[in-house]
């Protein structure tokens, strides 16, 4: 699914993701409930997670949550800590020495806004985390976006826009924008 494109419910492209989601709900389960230090365990899960081997010099640490897991790509020296959330179906890469705090989340799959196409469309955009960058805890990374190499996203940032290189980022983006009855 490339930026901007849609998916229709109950297509057969729909019902594969549908599919990929159980399992990759199966694994993680399984994965967050391992002892810790499991090095074992948790890389046969990860592999069977993402598709591939998790690289030697990653880091994360569970509980970690996917939808897909085949469409996450991790750097050399990603670290990800605890209760981070990947929702990676149109694509979610973090590049080289890329760090994220707890509990931040990616999103790249959503709904359209208007009624009557909500519940029969998928929406949706790929997520690029260039070199370097630090993600603050609770930050909210949506459909869509880039990130810039060597920036910061501060905690609890809602990230709806693409950030240039080098550049803090901070605060929420709720705000009214349209109305409808």
């Known amino acids: 699914m490339a930026s901007g494109l849609l998916m229709r419910i109950h297509s057969p492209e729909f019902t594969a993701m549908s599919e990929r989601v159980l ?51 991790l750097g050399e020296r990603v670290f990800v800590n605890q209760n981070c959330t990947f929702l990676d179906y149109a694509g979610i890469r973090l590049a080289e020495r890329v760090m994220v705090a707890p509990k931040v989340t990616f999103i790249t799959v959503g709904h359209p806004v208007d009624v009557d196409d909500r519940r029969v469309w998928l929406t949706g955009g790929p997520i690029d985390v260039a070199e370097n960058v630090w993600i603050g805890a609770g930050a909210t990374i949506l459909p869509g976006v880039s990130i810039g190499r060597d920036s910061v996203i501060a905690a609890g940032s809602v990230v709806a826009e693409d950030v240039p290189a080098g550049t803090l980022v901070a605060g929420p983006k709720a705000g009214v924008r349209r109305r409808w009855e």
């Open 23 to 73: 399992e990759a709900t199966r694994l993680t389960s399984l994965l967050n409930v391992l002892p810790f230090d499991d090095d074992a365990g948790k890389a046969q899960l990860f592999e069977q997670i993402l598709g591939r081997p998790l690289p030697a010099r990653v880091t994360v640490y569970p509980p970690f949550f996917t939808d897909h897991g085949l469409h996450l790509e």
